[in-house]
């Protein structure tokens, strides 16, 4: 059973766009949900998290929307730039100290210019 | 901030034969750390979950003979692929959390090429 739902797949976005993707979970345990963003090769960089006590969180142009009843949480990328092509991760996980991230699938966008 | 160092980004090496990868936590004590393979284009998948001074906590599916995975100290786990094959190519990830209402960090990552 997949625990972190993400789509699209694929997303295409015109340089200057908003670019969204979106993640769905199941466990309601979960209580940490990030965000990141991997390049060709790289291990994956930490974008933006935020905890279900908030609804939204800002950080420049990336902002995370949580809907704890719904179990859904999305990324938005405002004013969408090339060098925002890359793979971008959701993920969860549990409060406590030793357990691990679950990824979902990936998305990986293309900014064109 | 958090920094995860791991090495070596890449290797080569002959069937048969075993891999040992690091991964360091720079700047903090890490009592956790967490061992992830990715195939080109796709997720992530948790291996084990690696805690300092005990024996690692393996996923269903991953075999911990061939994996070896040790936590001597609370700054440093190894990832050995024992008696590699083909089909153990694959980029191998570590992260680690400094504590349990940080994040999470990740290493850069090992490309492990058997031939």
């Known amino acids: 059973q997949q625990q972190v739902k993400q789509s699209p797949q694929s997303l295409i976005v015109q340089k200057g766009g908003i670019s969204i993707i979106n993640c769905a979970y199941e466990?309601?345990?979960?209580?940490?949900f990030p965000w990141y963003q991997q390049f060709p090769g790289k291990g994956p960089a930490l974008l933006i998290a935020?905890?279900?006590?908030?609804s939204e969180k800002k950080e420049g142009r990336f902002t995370i929307s949580f809907n704890k009843s719904a179990k859904q949480f999305s990324l938005h990328i405002m004013d969408s730039q090339p060098g925002d092509s890359a793979t971008y991760f959701c993920?969860?996980?549990?409060?406590?100290?030793?357990?691990?991230?679950?990824f979902g699938k990936g998305t990986t966008l293309s900014v064109s210019s | 901030g958090a920094v995860v160092s791991q090495h070596p980004s890449w290797v080569i090496c002959k069937s048969g034969t075993s891999v040992k990868i690091e991964c360091r936590s720079l700047?903090?004590?890490?009592?956790?750390m967490f061992w992830y393979r990715q195939f080109p284009k796709q997720s992530l998948m948790l291996m084990a979950t690696?805690?300092?001074?005990?024996?690692?906590?393996?996923e269903q599916g991953v075999e911990k003979d061939k994996f070896l995975i040790n936590h001597a100290s609370l700054t440093l786990s190894t990832l050995t692929v024992t008696s590699a094959h083909p089909e153990d190519s694959s980029f191998y990830i570590c992260?680690?959390?400094?504590?349990?209402?940080?994040?999470?960090?990740f290493g850069s990552g090992t490309r492990l090429t058997v031939v």
């Open positions: 992260s680690a959390r400094s504590g349990p209402s940080s994040g999470y960090t």
């Open positions: 466990n309601t345990a979960f209580d940490y």
């Open positions: 935020i905890r279900p006590d908030v």
């Open positions: 993920a969860a996980s549990k409060g406590q100290a030793g357990t691990a991230l679950i």
């Open positions: 700047d903090f004590q890490a009592t956790t």
């Open positions: 690696s805690n300092e001074g005990s024996k690692a906590t393996y």
